[in-house]
């Protein structure tokens, strides 16, 4: 089945120690994106690919890197975590639905834990 | 930007009953509206989506109002069940922008 996967689904650090997540998808799609989710909260977006063009968002904190090497896989690199980055973090990618819209498909996510 | 506010942050159902999540938004220009369905532990699925050239959707049990001069939509759940139980959150867009506007999230707890 087409998805999107994420490695690994639950991922212990220590405060300062780099860290990168993993997404990669089946879908073929243009668009990647990675949110941060903290508990009882709606995902908040940190950047999003259009094929190997970043858009950053504005309050994205230096710490947070990206990197698309290609359609398929997308990288979250925390530099230096510190124990406000412990959350979930999601991968999605859309594509454009037929009358309008981009319909996002998530990943599972990655649970990340800051010691 | 667009700002989505959602009510309520969270609602108990008796099953059998219905379940109804009130979102406004603030931009006008928004055309695009999905409603998205998080099981714990997963990532968030679109469980139905609306445009603005329409004011009603229906896919069995789920439907989804919009009120275009309100700016408000709503997402109906009929004859709720225990596996409804999840945090559903609305969202809105421009039908050409990549990024949607989350809502907060309504937690639904459907009881038995």
């Known amino acids: 089945d087409a998805m999107v996967i994420q490695n690994p689904r639950y991922q212990v650090t220590q405060f300062g120690k780099p860290v990168t997540l993993s997404c990669s998808q089946t879908?073929?799609?243009?668009?990647m994106y990675w949110y941060q989710q903290k508990s009882s909260q709606a995902p908040k977006l940190l950047f999003h690919?259009?094929?190997?063009?970043?858009?950053n968002e504005a309050d994205t904190p230096d710490n947070f890197q990206s990197r698309r090497p290609n359609t398929s896989f997308c990288f979250l690199d925390i530099r230096s975590p510190g124990l406000g980055d412990a959350a979930m973090y999601l991968c999605?990618?859309?594509?454009?639905?037929?009358?309008?819209?981009?319909?996002?498909?998530f990943g599972p996510g990655t649970r990340l834990t800051v010691t | 930007g667009e700002n989505v506010e959602q009510h309520p942050s969270t609602l108990s159902v008796q099953e059998g009953d219905s379940a109804v999540i009130k979102c406004t938004y603030s931009?006008?220009?928004?055309?695009?509206f999905p409603w998205y369905k998080q099981e714990l532990g997963k990532g968030p699925q679109l469980i139905i989506d609306?445009?603005?050239?329409?004011g009603e959707k229906k896919d069995q049990r789920i439907a989804v109002t919009l009120n275009k001069t309100a700016k408000h939509f709503s997402l109906h759940i009929t004859e709720t069940q225990p596996e409804d139980s999840a945090v559903y959150f609305c969202?809105?867009?421009?039908?050409?922008?990549?990024?949607?506007?989350f809502g907060a999230g309504t937690t639904v707890t459907v009881r038995a």
């Open positions: 999605a990618t859309s594509s454009p639905r037929a009358g309008g819209g981009y319909e996002q498909y």
């Open positions: 879908l073929n799609h243009n668009v």
């Open positions: 690919y259009y094929d190997k063009d970043f858009n």
């Open positions: 931009d006008s220009a928004s055309n695009y």
């Open positions: 609306i445009r603005s050239n329409v």
């Open positions: 969202a809105a867009s421009l039908s050409n922008d990549y990024k949607l506007s």
